[in-house]
């Protein structure tokens, strides 16, 4: 059982990653595969969180920010988003 009272955190993840491999040719898909390379320029995950418990009441919401950064293809394409997501949520009959 929770301790009644706030409790609010954060969190952040970053991250470069990198690969190599073979696929298919986007241009020429019957083509066979080619080689392509990806990496990204600070992949990053934002979290915010709160929780709120008093008596039989329970609220808790979240806010998440995920951007990833990726070029693909040697380069010639880049893969830029940005993903956001939140929810709130309650309930007064907790316990």
Known sequence: MPIPGPLIGASRLNQDTAGKGRS???ANPGGGRIPFS???KADWT???YGHFTHGKLLVD???RR???R???FG????NFTDMRGSRIGS???AR
């Open 24 to 26: 298919v040719d986007p």
């Open 38 to 40: 990806e990496w990204s």
């Open 46 to 48: 934002n979290q915010f």
């Open 61 to 63: 919401s979240e806010y």
């Open 66 to 68: 995920y951007v990833p």
């Open 70 to 72: 990726q070029i693909v």
């Open 75 to 78: 380069g010639e394409s880049v």
């Open 91 to 93: 309930n007064p009959a």
